[in-house]
């Protein structure tokens, strides 16, 4: 490239970030490797393999599906209003990050990690503790409902706001799996926004996975071309919310 | 016949006034009992995981399998409906918190035993660490602590 044009070029970038800052943001977290990681996207589909559309989702129930690992179980949920936009969030260890929103025509779809950045509780096939309170639902763990709550230790969680902490236990938000909704209204995971827990619960439920996934290895392995998903009801035997 | 009748619910009142007071005092009674139940079994634990932990600075692994063993002897009544009676009162209703947290520690000790015995002493550890965090986490929940 000539000086002039790479001069051009230069200008040309600063301008862009000088109209809109987020941009900044936006390179920074994609470039820092922790915060955002992009994982293979992965289509939602139902129990029989069936793309799950968008307007096909339940308003206020908890589905889980496994991503972007094998094992690491993640919540989906059609929230019953739109969510808030760019909201500003901070990881235990301090490190800030945006949240962009919702997706959906409506803004109000939603994806967390349920693994609780408490202590890590989340759901298995035998029982869960972890799940989104819909609003007509008393909960211990806050004042309202309409929120995502782990019962082990009361932690509470924004599931409008990025899964931002309410109360409890739980020093930083949930890691938020990034969606996109297609044209076709059909609902793609592409990536982990936030600080996640993947390697403390790697290393925590080894014992787990022998029992669950056939061992550690198996449950390590990550999530390629789609992710089963299926309601909270029908992944737990147990659900457990106080 | 206004005194016999007034002698009557008079020996009415103090003979179920007598039986509400026996019945707390058997109430008491019991919660004691349970409350004993409760405090033996924690003693117990905390032999257990004292064992296991010197099994594992000693580098005896027998001491630790031992020490798993005397850790489950104690899981039994966390694990049933029985839990319901020997937790605090206004931790009753987190009794299902407490039996995962018994069948987690049932798997951890398990994992451990596995361990040990395929001379993985390092995954035997980290289980004694995850046994550890159990203890501590329900401790956190159903002790305010």
């Not at chain 1, 094992?71 to 901070?90: C, D, F, G, R």
């Not at chain 1, 929103?101 to 349920?114: L, N, Q, W």
């Not at chain 2, 009162?89 to 000790?109: E, N």
Request: charged share 25%; with cysteine; hydrophobic share 40%.
């Amino acid at each position: 490239m000539e000086r002039r044009s790479f001069l051009k070029v230069m200008a040309a970038g600063a301008t862009i970030v000088a109209v809109n800052p987020s941009l900044i943001r936006g390179t920074l977290y994609a470039d820092d490797g922790r915060l955002y990681s992009a994982y293979e996207k992965a289509q939602i589909v139902d129990g029989a393999g069936n793309p799950i559309k968008a307007s096909s989702l339940e308003k206020e129930v908890t589905y889980i599906f496994n991503y972007p690992y094998a094992s690491t179980p993640s919540m989906l949920i059609n929230l019953p209003e739109p969510t808030q936009q760019e909201v500003a969030l901070k990881s235990e260890a301090g490190e800030e990050y945006v949240w962009k929103s919702g997706v959906g025509k409506e803004r109000t779809i939603v994806a967390y990690s349920a693994i609780c950045a408490h202590q890590l509780t989340h759901p298995t096939p035998n029982d869960s503790f972890i799940k989104y309170v819909p609003k007509s639902t008393p909960t211990m763990a806050y004042s309202k409902s309409g929120i995502i709550v782990c019962s082990s230790h009361l932690s509470a969680y924004d599931a409008s706001a990025g899964a931002k902490v309410l109360g409890g236990a739980a020093s930083q938000p949930l890691a938020a799996v990034v969606l996109e909704v297609a044209a076709d209204d059909t609902i793609w995971a592409v990536g982990v926004l936030g600080s996640d827990k993947f390697q403390d619960y790697f290393k925590a439920f080894k014992p787990e996975f022998k029992e669950f996934f056939g061992g550690p290895a198996q449950a390590k392995q990550l999530v390629s071309l789609s992710a089963k998903t299926v309601k909270l009801t029908e992944y737990s035997k147990e659900i457990i919310q106080y | 016949m206004k005194k016999a009748v007034t002698a009557l619910v008079l020996s009415s009142l103090l003979a179920g006034s007598s039986l509400c007071a026996a019945d707390k005092a058997s109430s008491e009674a019991t919660e004691r009992v349970h409350r004993t139940m409760l405090m033996k079994d924690m003693r117990s634990m905390l032999d257990a995981m004292e064992q296991i932990q010197r099994g594992g600075l000693y580098s005896s692994s027998e001491d630790m399998k031992s020490g798993v063993k005397k850790l489950q002897g104690t899981l039994k009544t966390l694990e049933s409906d029985e839990i319901k009676f020997i937790l605090p009162k206004d931790q009753v209703y987190a009794y299902k918190f407490a039996q995962k947290t018994a069948s987690m520690l049932r798997l951890y000790s398990d994992d451990m035993v596995t361990s040990i015995e395929a001379g993985r002493m390092d995954d035997a550890l980290e289980d004694y660490t995850q046994l550890l965090k159990q203890c501590t986490s329900c401790h956190i929940r159903i002790r305010n602590w």
